[in-house]
């Protein structure tokens, strides 16, 4: 399971998804805005729209002590 940070709270996407098209100028393709639903990993007691581009990816890059 992929987890992102969002505000200090360790989040999971929902699966959800928001999108609305953006009227631009004439003759210009529209615009889409995204916004994707989260819920911490622990005590799912709310979910959150969010931007994507507002959430940290989480690694976990932790390296095994050499023997």
Do not use: C, Q
């Not at 928001?18 to 003759?27: D, E, F, M, S, Y």
């Not at 995204?34 to 819920?39: Q, S």
Request: hydrophobic share 35%; charged share 30%.
């Amino acid at each position: 399971m992929i987890t992102y940070v969002h505000e200090g709270t360790e989040v999971k996407l929902t699966g959800r998804e928001a999108i609305r098209k953006v009227k631009t100028l004439p003759n210009k393709p529209d615009n889409e805005l995204k916004l994707v639903e989260i819920t911490p990993v622990k005590d799912f007691d709310w979910v959150k729209w969010v931007n994507p581009v507002a959430l940290y990816k989480v690694e976990d890059n932790s390296v095994s002590p050499e023997l």
